[in-house]
C-alpha cells in the first residue's frame, strides 16, 4: 500500500480526528473558563449585637462606638472586662489594643449589625 492509496482510503477518517480535535479545543480553552463557577459557601458564625457588646464588657463599660467601614473603634472603661478571644470567634477578625480604645477590624456581618449605631 503506498501513501497515496492510504490517504484515499483514510483520508476523510483523519480529516474527521483532526477536525474533532480542534473542535474540542476550542471548547476547551475559550467555552468552559467563561461558564459559571459555583463559590464556596463559607460558613460565618451567626452573631446578635448583644453578644458583642457583652463580649465588650456589657453596655455599661462602652464610652462610645464608630463604625468606620471595617473598623469598629470602641472606646471602654475599663479594658480588662473585654474577652477578645471570644470576640476572635464572633467575627471579629483582628484586635488593635490602643491606650483609650480597641479598633476591631470585622466580617460583613458584624459591620452591619453596628450600621445603625447604639
Do not use: C, W
Request: aromatic share 8%.
Amino acid at each position: 500500500m503506498t501513501f497515496s492509496d492510504f490517504l484515499q482510503q483514510y483520508g476523510l477518517y483523519m480529516a474527521l480526528v483532526v477536525f474533532t480535535f480542534i473542535v474540542l479545543l476550542i471548547i476547551f480553552f475559550l467555552v468552559i473558563p467563561r461558564l459559571p463557577r459555583k463559590e464556596k459557601e463559607t460558613e460565618v458564625p451567626t452573631v446578635e449585637k448583644e453578644q458583642i457588646i457583652a463580649l465588650l464588657g456589657g453596655e455599661e463599660n462602652i464610652k462610645e462606638i464608630a463604625l468606620r467601614g471595617s473598623r469598629l473603634s470602641v472606646t471602654l472603661k475599663d479594658q480588662s472586662l473585654a474577652n477578645i478571644d471570644e470576640l476572635k470567634k464572633h467575627g471579629v477578625d483582628r484586635v488593635i489594643v490602643m491606650q483609650t480604645k480597641l479598633v476591631l477590624l470585622v466580617n460583613k456581618e458584624v459591620a452591619a449589625l453596628f450600621d445603625i449605631l447604639p
